[in-house]
């Protein structure tokens, strides 16, 4: 059924009046300087080449949790990420090769996908409800990481570049030392960075900590 007028102005101004209030959040690991810079140069070839818009936007980087949360819990969320991630110890992410999502997403492959994926489980775990900002918003905990080239691409996009990247040879590895939140609005734009948080392996034990609520 379609919006009238009315409606949608009435829908617009409360994503309006909402985006003061709530915020889209990204849990990532950022690959280090010499490994953002290459795929950083990817992703602005698939710009230019393949006219993908999407491809040149994010600094380089896998995405482990998506979530929505009141800006008020902010403190909150800080507050146990940073004990949470202490209980880390550093660890070498690998990538080799490309891989993608039929039709609409190409990224670089998590070779080392085991440590990434624990540490999601954990997360979700033990914060699963502090990432909820009601019982409505349900944070998504990535299952598969990767490192997006592009993203939204048309059929046509997908298929030409796929052809020409999905044998290419991409090789290489970096010590994870931290995990960086990022935050934007609902209604979508640049993100900004409100907390990094070091993986020291000297805190708590994942076990010893206590649920925020």
């Known amino acids: 059924m379609e919006l009238t007028i009315d409606e949608l102005q009435l829908h617009r101004l409360s994503l309006k009046k909402l985006s003061a209030i709530i915020y889209e959040y990204l849990l990532v690991i950022s690959l280090d300087k010499a490994g953002a810079a290459q795929v950083a140069e990817i ?10 818009g999407c491809a040149a936007g994010l600094i380089p980087h896998i995405t482990m949790v998506n979530f929505i949360q009141y800006e008020r819990n902010e403190k909150k969320v800080n507050f146990y990420l940073e004990r949470f991630s202490k209980s880390i110890n550093p660890f070498e992410i690998q990538l080799n090769g490309f891989g993608h999502f039929e039709s609409h997403t190409i990224y670089v492959n998590v070779g080392t996908k085991a440590p990434i994926v624990k540490i999601v489980k954990d997360i979700k775990i033990k914060f699963r409800e502090l990432l909820k900002p009601d019982k409505y918003g349900a944070p998504r905990f990535v299952t598969h990481p990767h490192v997006t080239v592009a993203r939204q691409m048309t059929q046509l996009q997908h298929d030409r ?4 990247w999905n044998e290419r040879q991409f090789d290489y590895t970096f010590k994870a030392h931290e995990m ?15 907390g990094r948080y070091p ?6 034990s ?5 649920l925020p609520f």
């Not at 935050?183 to 409100?194: D, L, M």
């Not at 993986?199 to 708590?204: A, E, S, Y």
Request: glycine share 10%.
């Open 43 to 52: 992703k602005n070839f698939f710009k230019s080449s393949y006219r993908c």
């Open 161 to 164: 570049a796929w052809k020409e």
């Open 180 to 194: 960086v939140l990022l935050k934007r609005k609902v209604t979508g734009g640049r993100c900004e960075i409100i």
């Open 199 to 204: 993986f020291t392996g000297n805190g708590l």
């Open 206 to 210: 994942y076990e010893q900590l206590e």
